[in-house]
């Protein structure tokens, strides 16, 4: 702990998901000025990007907006979104935090009007849909986003499309003259809630998700599941937009294996039979094989798993399959061995499904020096002078988060007022 002549009861909370939120949430309601950091363009975070998610099934809607309403009634909590943490110097009671802030080319007087789109004739990737899919250069980030604020893409900015979306903004919100700025902050403690990455199916070569377009990730399941996804809700086959009647969803691809991530990631399994369930909800005639290691279905969740067990069109195959060979038409065709019967298979698919592994984000990012002491994973060793909420900490439910968030910001308020 460094030596200082004042403390400091603000609390900084990195990281704006749905551990971050309750955080800062909760430092605040107990009396402390907080300010939460987030580099994506809104809060939420991972929850955001779902469809659903355990133990009830609920839309991350309700839970989300339950917490950005409690925000907009605190004076107590400071939001940065575009920003992120670059230095962190001192110990508690005494930090002195550098913060990062990247243009949105929009300013807080936005009114979510929508005008400044209607002009814009260039088109950007869709981050919220992983990509699947585009949206205008001034674009929301979300129909839920918190801010309620637009974004004017970077790829403007000096073009005449630009000034022409600076022009139809009736507010003058649209300010193409932004830059980076980095600003310092005294704060008392750093509660890290820097949250997950998925891990790159791309690593995965062997089950072809950079060609085989019908081969996705669990993450880009949720977006096809959801109204305000890339296909309004559809479980759709990228490659042609028809329904599928064939499903397979792979556990454990990338999670457990010391050539990708040697740990568990905890949701995979849940994941999948949370997507099993999707099909069967929107396809009735559809079958939908679950390729897995061993089945985790903690607690209460059993009774979700059996549900499924149930289903006839739900059928269960001991095997982590080898790979993933693409038949003549195009599709993807899933090769392994069945590690209870020992029959070899090669089975055709309309779409397959990669239960891709929880990454600490700041793993995936070059793990900053000035951060905290990180595990052999990269996830935040929480001893000591770090505190670590959500799985900024270890792989981690929804649920799992929150209480972890809370217990958090209990280690926050107690190293500011030490």
């Known amino acids: 702990m460094s030596e200082t002549t004042s403390r400091s009861r603000t609390i900084m909370v990195v990281g704006g998901g749905i551990a971050g939120i309750t955080a800062a949430v909760e430092a605040a309601e107990a009396g402390h000025d907080v300010v939460l950091i987030e580099k994506s363009p809104s809060l939420g975070g991972r929850v955001a990007q779902m469809n659903r998610y355990f133990p009830k099934l609920c839309h991350p809607t309700c839970g989300l907006e339950i917490n950005f309403q409690r925000i907009k009634k605190s004076k107590r909590i400071s939001v940065f979104t575009f920003s992120e943490v670059s230095a962190v110097k001192g110990g508690p009671g005494g930090y002195t935090v550098t913060v990062k802030t990247s243009p949105r080319h929009v300013k807080a007087n936005c009114t979510a009007c929508g005008d400044c789109a209607k002009v814009a004739t260039s088109e950007v990737s869709n981050a919220f849909n992983y990509g699947m899919d ?4 001034a674009y929301l980030p979300h129909v839920m986003a918190f801010p309620m604020r637009y974004v004017v893409d970077p790829s403007v900015v000096g073009t005449p499309e630009g000034e022409a979306i600076k022009a139809a903004c009736p507010v003058g919100a649209v300010d193409l003259e932004q830059k980076d700025e980095s600003f310092d902050l005294e704060v008392g403690a750093v509660v890290w809630a820097t949250g997950w990455r998925p891990y790159p199916a791309a690593n995965l070569t062997a089950y072809r998700w950079t060609d085989i377009p019908d081969v996705i990730t669990n993450v880009e399941m949720e977006r096809l599941a959801s109204v305000d996804g890339p296909t309004k809700g559809k479980i759709v086959r990228p490659s042609n937009g028809e329904a599928p009647k064939r499903v397979a969803l792979i556990q454990c691809a990338g999670s457990r294996d010391l050539n990708h991530l040697a740990y568990c990631s905890r949701i995979c399994c849940l994941a999948s039979m949370k997507h099993a369930a999707y099909v069967r ?3 009735a005639d559809a079958t939908v094989d679950v390729y897995y290691i061993d089945l985790r279905a903690h607690d209460k969740l059993e009774s979700f798993l059996n549900r499924l067990k149930r289903d006839p069109q739900v059928n269960f195959v ?3 399959p080898a790979r993933i060979e693409k038949s003549e ?16 298979y090669a089975e055709p698919y309309d779409l397959v499904v990669l239960a891709t592994g929880m990454q600490a984000s700041l793993a995936a990012e070059g793990q900053p020096s000035f951060a905290a002491d990180f595990d052999d994973y990269g996830f935040v060793f929480a001893e000591g002078d770090s505190i670590a909420a959500g799985v900024a900490s270890g792989p981690l439910d929804v649920s799992m988060s929150v209480q972890s968030a809370t217990a958090a910001a209990c280690r926050a308020i107690r190293a500011v007022t030490a």
Do not use: I, M
């Open 329 to 344: 038409a195009g599709g993807p065709v899933v090769c392994g061995e069945n590690t209870l019967t020992r029959e070899v």
């Open 134 to 137: 585009s949206v205008k250069s």
């Open 318 to 320: 001991k095997s982590k």
């Open 281 to 283: 909800e929107q396809l």
